[in-house]
């Protein structure tokens, strides 16, 4: 074999052997490990990266959370507008610890109800209101936070139906 290719393999090995001291003696390699050793650790990333996070940061600020909401009516009939609020404003009378939702979207009055991260807590509720309410369901939906959910009124009344005279 030439002497060149015996030159390199000694030079390999070499390198490989001082790289194993090396994490040898300081055993613990993470990155807490060195920074608590008092070391500095640079991190060096894209500027893309940075902008992607900060333009998600952003969108998710007007995003509300997924979760679930019980269906309590959702019609078009003449007499829909009537019956919407009327079972908008029993349920609430009778949960005023649950948040309703009435609205008119797509030519249909909506009654809905609660403000729920999980299909298991509106179940909960659904069973809860069966009784009274039997052609209710569950819809996944955005919701409003806990937070939110303290600070507002519990039965929403939207201006968004057309105009009758």
């Known amino acids: 074999m030439p002497l060149y290719i015996h030159s390199i393999t000694l030079l390999l090995i070499l390198c490989l052997a001082t790289a194993v001291e090396g994490v040898a003696q300081t055993g613990d390699t993470t990155i807490f490990a060195t920074v608590q050793a008092g070391g500095k650790v640079a991190i060096?990333?894209?500027r893309a990266i940075e902008e992607a996070v900060r333009a998600s940061?952003?969108?998710?600020?007007?995003?509300k959370p997924r979760g679930f909401r019980i269906r309590l009516f959702f019609d078009n009939d003449q007499r829909a507008r009537q019956k919407s609020l009327a079972i908008a404003t029993a349920f609430a009378t009778d949960n005023p610890d649950v948040a309703v939702y009435h609205d008119f979207e797509d030519l249909y009055f909506r009654v809905t109800a609660g403000d729920f991260r999980t299909r298991?807590?509106?179940?909960?509720?659904?069973?809860?209101?069966?009784k009274n309410y039997p052609s209710a369901f569950i819809i996944a939906c955005p919701v409003n936070l806990l937070e939110t959910q303290r600070e507002r009124e519990r039965v929403f009344i939207t201006s968004d139906e057309p105009e009758t005279d």
């Not at 298991?120 to 069966?130: G, T, V």
Request: glycine letters at 0%; hydrophobic letters at 35%; aromatic letters at 4%.
């Open 57 to 63: 940061i952003e969108r998710r600020q007007y995003e």
């Open 44 to 46: 060096v990333q894209s």
């Open 120 to 130: 298991s807590e509106a179940m909960r509720l659904l069973e809860k209101i069966r």
